[in-house]
């Protein structure tokens, strides 16, 4: 078993759909107000360092809501206080990049944050 997948199994409550030595995505415990549960796939090449990405969902559901996700309230959502492992970025994309595998917990905590405050500002 790769080191991701192991790090991937300790968090609590994620559901695990893809188990690979690369990337795996993992379900939310919780759902973004319309009964859709955010999905973030993790990828790791080497074991050390990942990327975790919810590849627009959020911000597609937020849109799907009547939210404008607009320069502004992207910065804003990345000026959240307490986020520091992971931010939108300009297409929308809730996006962590780390060196340190360690760190993969609190990138997706915050992940989970800013996904969470995106669909708590949609209008609907």
């Known amino acids: 078993m790769s080191k ?3 790090a991937v199994s300790t968090l ?3 559901s695990v759909t893809y188990d690979g030595e690369v990337y795996v995505t993992i379900i939310s415990p919780f759902d973004l107000g319309d009964g859709e549960l955010l999905e ?3 990828v790791s090449g080497d074991n050390l360092s990942f990327t975790v990405s ?3 969902q959020a911000a597609m559901c937020a ?3 009547g939210l404008d996700l607009t320069e502004e309230l992207i910065q804003e959502l990345n000026n959240t206080y307490g986020i520091e492992y992971a931010h939108v970025d300009d297409s929308g994309e809730i996006i962590a990049k780390h060196r340190d595998l360690n760190l993969l917990h609190k990138a997706v905590e915050d ?3 800013l996904a969470l405050a995106m669909v ?3 209008p609907n």
């Open 54 to 56: 919810d590849s627009v």
């Open 63 to 65: 849109s799907n809501r």
């Open 40 to 42: 973030l796939t993790v």
């Open 111 to 113: 992940a989970a944050k």
């Open 12 to 14: 609590p409550r994620w």
């Open 4 to 6: 991701l997948v192991d």
């Open 120 to 122: 708590f500002r949609c």
